[in-house]
């Protein structure tokens, strides 16, 4: 069975940092392309990064080109995604997905909530 | 303002069918056949419901399925059930910078 746990979530102030963690098991993670989706409470989905099979590329939203780092331990099954200057906006529920052949999110983890707020 | 154009919610009876639509353009939906559909109950995680237009994960009942018409895709579940009353997204590959998007999410209820 395939399982996402996400970590690392919590409260932080506006322009601070906050490392979010993504421990994957049930499949052979290194064959997978993965990502980040993001939903604002209340609100709908959106896509925050993508990450290839051995780390090489990464794409990211615009919204957040410069200030987030995704990356991924194909020998610990994890995924991580550093954000710094953090904004109001960035504050959503955070879950970890696994990427289909084209744009479809197979298996989500749990999420994590990250609240920006002084 | 998403990018993809969904109803905000749709209502019926068990037993009886919906359909929810998701509008986009050329550049996503119309462009691909890329277009995937997910439940949401609340307070849990999005579950890919639809998978390149058509698809169906393993485990996903038959009552649901999907079509594309032009820039417009469409998801009918048949046969409503209590337990598919739930937040509804579909989203498309695109051209644009953003990899992927979402509409809006449709909120489903049975009555």
């Known amino acids: 069975e395939v399982q996402l746990v996400e970590s690392g979530g919590g409260l932080v102030q506006p322009g601070g940092s906050l490392r979010l963690s993504c421990a994957a098991s049930?499949?052979?993670?290194?064959?997978?392309?993965m990502s980040w989706v993001r939903q604002a409470p209340g609100k709908g989905l959106e896509w925050v990064a993508n990450i290839k099979q051995d780390g090489s590329e990464k794409y990211y939203v615009d919204s957040v080109k410069g200030r987030f780092t995704f990356s991924r331990d194909n020998a610990k099954n994890s995924l991580y995604l550093q954000m710094n200057s953090l904004r109001a906006e960035d504050m959503a529920v955070y879950y970890c997905?696994?990427?289909?052949?084209?744009?479809?999110?197979?298996?989500w983890g749990q999420g994590t909530l990250v609240t920006v707020s002084s | 303002q998403s990018a993809l154009t969904q109803p905000a919610s749709v209502s019926g009876s068990p037993g009886q069918s919906i359909t929810i639509s998701c509008t986009g353009t050329s550049s996503d939906v119309g462009g691909y056949n890329s277009v995937s559909w997910y439940q949401q109950h609340p307070g849990k995680a999005p579950k890919l419901m639809i998978y390149e237009v058509t698809n169906r994960p393993s485990g996903v009942p038959d009552r649901f399925s999907a079509s594309k018409s032009g820039n417009t895709a469409s998801l009918t579940i048949s046969g409503l059930q209590a337990e598919d009353e739930a937040d509804y997204y579909c989203?498309?590959?695109?051209?644009?910078?953003?990899?992927?998007?979402f509409g809006g999410g449709t909120k489903l209820t049975v009555l």
């Open positions: 989203s498309s590959y695109t051209t644009n910078s953003t990899f992927v998007v």
């Open positions: 049930g499949f052979t993670f290194s064959s997978y392309w």
């Open positions: 997905a696994v990427l289909g052949s084209y744009s479809d999110f197979h298996h």
